[in-house]
């Protein structure tokens, strides 16, 4: 089994959550550039405002509490600990969420407005989770953990 350090589990973390809300931000800007008049093109700035809010208010503090998991935990783990099992339960059940989505009646457009909201969240979580790497690869006390913020 592949082992990683602290901050490659950090560091890891975030990526993840970057090429996802990258990803999703990318599919659903096209869906809504293509989908017709509703909800067209104003659905960029409401879905992305969406996002910002589930980013802040949601996203953020799962990062931070995921960041403080990996910190607190042993110095070498299983990469797959980047998240607790009930993170990756979530993942699933929401990948398996957007592939029934597409193949329902679900208008492409309204679909985008959705990935966008979801991957801007997730960009702003990424974003927390650099952070966390960030202070975590900053100077560290005698134990090995990194100044609070």
Not at 23 to 28: C, E, I, K, P
Not at 80 to 85: A, D, H, I, S
């Amino acid at each position: 089994m592949l082992h990683a350090r602290r901050s490659v589990r950090l560091f890891g973390a975030a990526s993840l959550w970057m090429a996802v809300g990258v990803g999703l931000s990318a599919v659903g800007a096209w869906w809504l550039a293509r989908g017709g008049p509703v909800p067209g093109l104003w659905g960029v700035p409401v879905a992305v405002a969406l996002g910002i809010v589930k980013g802040r208010y949601v996203l953020r503090p799962m990062a931070a509490r995921n960041g403080a998991r990996i910190v607190r935990g042993p110095a070498r783990s299983p990469l797959w600990t980047l998240f607790p099992v009930t993170t990756w339960t979530l993942m699933a059940g929401f990948m398996t969420l957007g592939a029934v989505l597409r193949r329902t009646a679900v208008p492409r457009g309204w679909l985008g407005a959705l990935y966008l909201a979801v991957g801007s969240a997730l960009m702003l979580g990424a974003a927390r989770g650099w952070g966390e790497w960030s202070r975590f690869r900053a100077p560290t006390d005698e134990n090995g953990i990194p100044p609070a913020p």
